[in-house]
């Protein structure tokens, strides 16, 4: 007999991101109490390997470490890359992080920053703010990103110390918190400043001081987790984690080698996984291998129109294919064009996807999907279904699913205002086996 799952809520809660976790940007993230219920209560064995195949911020790899359970978490944004690993800090890590900022910050006085012209940096800040910032980066990647994380074709950001990544995190939040005011009404977007003047404009002290006390702030809710360690038998990070820098749609994770996988996949809301980190990806700019707007190609749920043809395949489905049908023959502008080829690429990469995740779960193992639905204009995508069919199409037997009402969409699908539809989402938990 199986463990019976717990399945609590998967919404988000703001009002828990603080402390260690309140330096995490938590874009589409569940929350933590979710994946701990959810692991806890799998009753997997002490070998065991969860995986997350679309890690984000990295609360499946964070939660499963706290448990004691080896994970793999894997995403396509270098930017969660570095956040997922920076979770995954020991406490007993508190102590270094102030001395190695401040050696840091005094390492900008005795080696002047030369920027590219092109750094992708002056395109949100002025100068001398973009300057510092650079500096400190540099010197994080100097400091800190050692001999093994790096190879001919540059740095393995996947490889990188979570003390790097973590001053890493302390950077990125400074870079947030400066451009708060260019945060749009859409909670994943920024808005790059349009013209030279407008762009952000922080005095250098303030942005050495917002680094500084970033890392000062970390670092005390670190030594604070240290106590709850202590007193609670939880053991952080003792388990082997690994975060891979992968496209899921290509990715080579061994065969039947995974117990548990539990995650969220990208969304069919037009949110671009990458317009989310652009002020990150920019700090992260000479690091990158791949151009931003390529990443963004690559990433499920592209607002790009691909490259390449892509027919329908029948293995999605038939809820896919009849949402499909309708999307194509909506009267709209652009339905049958531009949106019908974006949610090709869309449904194409996620069937690869499920394909390589169910390949790599053991017989036996159990996969569970946090999905929202969401409408294009006035047709309901009904995402929950479409990859109930895809998977069990995949091979996975589907066992349960539970649904949760949100008040809001996470939502830029077009149409909002003009169509009928009901306000908010479902958010639904999907569980399958594979079979043994
Ligand atoms: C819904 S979010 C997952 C959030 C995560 N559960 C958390 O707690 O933060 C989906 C993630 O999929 C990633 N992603 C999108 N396309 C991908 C691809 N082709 N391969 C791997 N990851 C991808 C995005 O970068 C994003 O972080």
């Known amino acids: 007999m199986r463990a019976r799952l717990k399945i609590g809520s998967p919404k988000r809660n703001k009002k828990l991101q603080t402390g260690w976790e309140g330096f995490f940007p938590y874009y589409a993230g569940f929350p933590e109490q979710f994946v701990r219920d959810m692991l806890e209560s799998a009753q997997l064995g002490a070998e065991s390997v969860v995986l997350d195949p679309w890690n984000g911020s990295g609360t499946t790899t964070y939660a499963a470490s706290q448990l004691g359970l080896k994970s793999i978490g894997i995403d396509l944004n270098p930017v969660m890359i570095i956040v997922a690993r920076a979770r995954l800090l ?257 449904f194409d990469k996620i069937a690869r996807s499920l394909g390589r995740v169910t390949t790599a779960l053991k017989p036996g193992g159990r996969a569970v999907f946090v999905v929202q639905d969401s409408y294009y204009k006035d047709i309901h995508n009904d995402l929950p279904q479409i990859l109930k069919e895809m998977s069990t199409r995949k091979g996975l037997t589907f066992s349960k699913r539970e649904d949760f009402h949100l008040r809001s969409m996470s939502d830029i699908n077009p149409g909002r205002k003009n169509y009928e539809r009901p306000a908010g989402a479902t958010e639904s938990v999907l569980c399958f086996t594979k079979p043994a």
């Open 90 to 346: 020991p406490p007993s890590e508190a102590d270094h992080l102030r001395p190695l900022a401040a050696t840091i910050l005094s390492q900008l006085r005795s080696a002047p920053v030369v920027m590219a012209a092109d750094d992708p940096l002056l395109s949100w800040f002025q100068p001398d703010a973009a300057r510092l910032i650079r500096g400190i980066e540099r010197n994080i990647r100097r400091s800190l990103v050692g001999g093994i994380t790096k190879s001919p074709d540059g740095i393995h950001l996947d490889k990188i110390s979570g003390t790097a990544a973590t001053l890493y995190v302390a950077l990125f939040a400074a870079c947030r918190r400066f451009a708060a005011t260019l945060q749009s009404s859409n909670p994943t977007w920024i808005k790059l400043p349009k013209a030279d003047d407008d762009r952000l404009d922080p005095t250098v002290y303030a942005v050495a001081h917002q680094f500084a006390e970033n890392v000062r702030g970390m670092s005390d809710a670190l030594a604070a987790r240290q106590l709850i360690e202590d007193t609670s038998g939880l053991d952080f990070a003792a388990a082997a984690s690994t975060i891979q820098l992968s496209d899921t749609a290509k990715m080579a994770v061994p065969a039947s080698s995974i117990d548990f996988v539990l995650t969220s996949p990208p969304y069919c809301t037009r949110i671009d996984y990458t317009a989310a980190t652009r002020i990150e990806l920019a700090v992260l700019g000479p690091l990158l291998k791949v151009k931003p707007r390529d990443l963004g190609r690559q990433m499920i749920g592209s607002v790009q129109v691909p490259q390449d043809t892509i027919e329908i395949d029948e293995s999605w489905g038939r809820t896919c294919t009849r949402f499909l049908a309708g999307l194509k023959a909506h009267p709209s502008k652009a339905s049958g064009g531009y949106y019908y080829k974006t949610h090709l690429d869309y």
